[in-house]
């Protein structure tokens, strides 16, 4: 996709020590020890006008209880605001000054801090650092400067373009077994890291860094994106029983430290520098505290709790900041569907929520690259029967039970309008969305090849949409859903791809109530026998009879979605 935002990297390659201590490599044979300070200085996002820079600056001597950085712009740059460090500036010369609580700089320790500044013209990168008078980046001999490019080249405007996409063996084997799953085995789909165990892999299964070492292999001499679900938070899921997760609601020091922080440091090994990680962050979670708390004829008593106890934005606002932290990860926030917060009560409101969860625990608007919207959901991308500005019989198509006063009528109309809005809230211009199109196909015999009959509004609207849940609502194991889209980059303006986050044939959640050492639940959505509730207006689930519970493969359900798939296999 065309955008604004160009960002570019200074980064250092580094090497891990026998300590895991990281040092920048220098060139020839002068040894690491030669560098008194290495500086990391990198251009996040760069717009016409301003830029956002993060720096991490890395202590080699004598360890320190107070440090300032300086160094001098070629141009006309201008720092305007500074966190984690006071940075003050004067011409073209600028300071930065630890706070109180990070001052301490032990030897082979680093610090962090980043700022936000205005520039015309060039924007280049500064040539030379010192740290308390001493010179970074060059040995005490006077050598040259040791700042190769990072063995990832610069983060990228859209991580998808001119990359391939990891194929996940462990899914690739199960869909290939599938009479004629060979036809799709070996498109890619989402890691998903739905527990703690899942970090090192469960019942002899692939952890995360068995898929990182596979993903390298299969990356070779090109670029490879790798996507990873991040999908851990505690209280998960307040309104859905079948993917609740393992922690309650008040573990947010446990989501940090046993899920997050050993996630963030395998991201952060230099191994995997060379790939593109695509992270989705916490699906199903903020939106639900959006649409299902409080006087809400949705609301549940469990997601009151998690809007009160703020842990959904903490774990997200934690999760973006240091996951955010490798300079080759790009994160992108699950953003609901179209459904969910596509009506002008939810619109606004969820846009200023994940505004508020990105601006928390340390993080900050830029340690999010985009928005998902989809997510294991069965919207259709394009609905080409009707709009939303189509009336019958002076009645217009927001009238019909279907549409039901939403704004939207489709993925694709309503991620590039919250694009628009995210922007609008304060997130950077240059953020792109993702559509999950693994489950939205609805192709088959039921899908009309025409709009509907102009009897009424909603004849004209059922008869030709594409979408054939009986209420929007529905989000279980559909029956009648097909595959959609095949992962793509830059299908459609503002969107950097679609892709297949939920790897079909994975149970969205038991029909009946089944033992489970996962923490999932037993939802009555998922039961085909059920009536419904106020989140699907009272209608029948819509689900699959005989599935198992979520995540787990589901025979049944893949033949379906292959045999509807649109485009068709």
Same mark, same amino acid.
Request: charged share 15%.
């Given at each position: ?31 690491? !020890? &030669?560098? #008194? ?23 080699? %001597?004598? &360890? ?22 006071? =940075? ?56 040259? #400067? %040791? ?22 063996? +462990? ?6 077994? +599938? ?11 989402? =890691? ?20 990182? /070492? ?27 029983? @079948?993917?609740?997760? +393992? ?21 952060? /090994?230099?191994?995997? @520098? @060379?790939?593109?990680? $695509? ?70 409101? %969820? ?45 217009? $198509?927001?009238?019909?039970?279907? =549409?039901?006063?939403?704004?939207? $009528? ?80 830059? *299908?459609? !303006? ?9 790897? *079909? ?5 038991? %029909? ?32 699959? #009879? ?24």
């Amino acid at each position: 996709m065309s955008r604004t935002r160009t960002a570019m990297l200074a980064a250092l390659a580094l090497v891990a020590g026998a300590s895991g201590t990281a040092f920048a490599v220098v060139p020839g044979d002068v040894g690491v !020890a &030669a560098i #008194p300070c290495t500086v990391d200085y990198k251009v996040q996002n760069q717009w016409d006008t301003g830029f956002t820079a993060a720096v991490t600056v890395t202590n080699n %001597s004598a &360890a320190k209880t107070s440090w300032s950085l300086k160094w001098s712009y070629a141009g006309n740059q201008k720092v305007t605001s500074a966190w984690n460090a006071k =940075v003050s500036q004067s011409g073209t010369a600028v300071t930065a000054a630890n706070e109180s609580y990070n001052g301490t700089l032990a030897t082979g320790g680093s610090a962090s801090f980043g700022f936000q500044g205005s520039y015309s013209g060039s924007n280049a990168i500064p040539a030379t650092f010192t740290l308390d008078g001493v010179t970074c980046n060059v040995d005490d001999g006077g050598g040259g #400067p %040791s700042n190769p490019p990072g063995p990832g080249g610069p983060k990228v405007d859209n991580p998808y373009n001119g990359a391939k996409v990891y194929v996940n063996p +462990e899914w690739s084997a199960k869909a290939a077994a +599938e009479p004629g799953g060979s036809r799709i085995s070996n498109q890619p789909t989402g =890691v998903w890291l739905d527990r703690i165990a899942a970090i090192n892999g469960v019942n002899g299964g692939m952890g995360l860094r068995a898929h990182l /070492d596979e993903a390298l292999r299969q990356k070779g001499s090109g670029e490879l994106v790798v996507q990873l679900v991040i999908y851990n938070l505690p209280g998960r899921d307040c309104a859905a029983l @079948a993917s609740n997760g +393992e922690l309650g609601p008040t573990e947010i020091d446990k989501y940090k430290t046993q899920y997050i922080d050993p996630i963030a440091a395998i991201l952060a /090994d230099p191994k995997y @520098a @060379a790939l593109r990680i $695509v992270n989705t962050i916490e699906i199903d979670s903020l939106p639900n505290l959006v649409t299902n708390t409080g006087s809400r004829p949705t609301a549940t008593p469990e997601c009151d709790v998690m809007k009160a106890n703020g842990n959904y934005q903490k774990g997200v606002g934690y999760a973006l900041n240091k996951l955010g932290d490798a300079p080759n990860v790009y994160n992108y926030i699950d953003a609901g569907h179209h459904g969910w917060i596509g009506w002008d009560d939810n619109f606004a409101p %969820s846009a200023a929520l994940f505004k508020e969860a990105a601006t928390t625990e340390g993080a900050t608007v830029n340690d999010v690259h985009g928005f998902i919207t989809n997510t294991a959901n069965y919207s259709a991308l394009k609905e080409n029967n009707f709009t939303i500005n189509d009336s019958v019989g002076g009645k217009s $198509v927001r009238e019909s039970s279907w =549409v039901d006063w939403n704004r939207y $009528v489709d993925e694709l109309s309503f991620a590039q309008a919250f694009r628009n809005q995210l922007v609008t809230t304060g997130f950077n211009s240059g953020i792109g969305m993702l559509i999950d199109t693994s489950r939205n196909g609805w192709g088959g015999t039921a899908r009309p090849a025409g709009p509907g009959a102009l009897t009424d509004v909603n004849t004209y609207v059922n008869g030709g949409r594409y979408d054939r849940r009986i209420h929007i609502g529905n989000w279980c194991n559909q029956s009648g859903a097909g595959l959609g889209e095949r992962p793509q980059a830059n *299908p459609a !303006a503002g969107i950097d791809a679609y892709v297949w986050m939920k790897p *079909p044939g994975e149970s969205d959640g038991s %029909s009946q109530f089944i033992e489970n050492p996962e923490g999932k639940g037993f939802d009555r959505m998922c039961d085909p026998t059920y009536t419904g509730n106020a989140r699907n207006g009272f209608n029948m689930s819509g689900a699959l #009879p005989n599935a198992p519970i979520s995540g787990h493969w589901f025979s049944a359900q893949f033949q379906e979605l292959m045999k509807n798939a649109y485009p068709a296999l």
